[in-house]
C-alpha cells in the first residue's frame, strides 16, 4: 500500500544556502524560546534536515549556532546605520532608522532574539555580539557629526539614544508596530537632536558639533521646521539654534 504522506522536496545547496538556512531556522526558535528549552533536534526539524548535518556545520552544538544566529542578525543591523555622507544630518537618520525599522518590521524574532541574547545566555561572546550592534551605529553617527575623539558627555549622549531606539522598537513591536514607522521614525529623529541639543549646553565639543549640523540643515532649508519642533524641549540650549 503506497502512503499518501506528502514528502519534502530535496534540494542540494551549496555550503553557504544550507548555513543561512539553519541561522534562520535557529534564529527563529531562539526569539520564541528560551535557548535552554531549544534542543539541535529542534533545530534540525524546523530546518528540515537531519541533527547529523546541523553538527556537521555547528561542531560545537548549541551554544555554537546560538552565537552564529545572532551574529549573522548583527551584522545585518550593523549595516542599517552605514549611511553615506550625504545631506543634513537628519536626513541621514531618517534613512538609517527607515533600514533599521524595515529589519525590525521584518525580522521582528530575530530582532528580539538579538536584543535578549545578552541577557538570556550569559556569555561573554553573546554579549559581545550585541553590544557590537550598539557600539558599530554609534561610531557611524559620531562620523556624521564628523567628531573625531567624542568625549564622554557625547558618547553617552548618542550611546543613550542608541539605547532608546532599541527600547522602543521593542515596545513598537508588543504595541502591534503602531504608530506606523514613518511617525516613529520622525519621533526617534526629533528625539536625537533633542538630546544633543541639551547636551551641547553642557559641553562645548558638542555644541560645536550641533553648530556644524544645524549649518547642514540650514543650508538644506529643514532648519525651520527643525528648530519649531525642537525649541520647547531643550530650553535654555535653545539659543544654540
Known sequence: MTSEAPTRAYRRLSVEERRSQLLDAALELFAHNAPEDVSLDDVAEAAGVSRPLV?????????????????????????????????????????????????????????????????????SRATAIVDGVRRAAAEHILRHLEVAEPDLRLRMTVRMWITAVEAASLIWLDEGKQPDMAELRDWLVEQFVACVTVTAGRDPQTAAAVRGALAMEAADGAVGALARRVLPVVGDAAHLL
Open 55 to 123: 553538527y556537521r556545520y555547528f561542531p560545537g552544538g548549541k551554544q555554537q549556532l546560538y552565537e552564529a544566529a545572532l551574529r549573522s542578525a548583527a551584522e545585518e543591523l550593523e549595516h542599517c546605520f552605514d549611511e553615506p555622507a550625504e545631506g543634513p544630518l537628519t536626513a541621514r537618520l531618517s534613512r538609517a532608522l527607515d533600514r533599521y525599522l524595515t529589519f525590525v518590521a521584518g525580522h521582528d524574532a530575530g530582532f528580539s532574539a538579538l536584543l535578549q541574547g545578552g541577557s538570556v545566555v550569559e556569555t
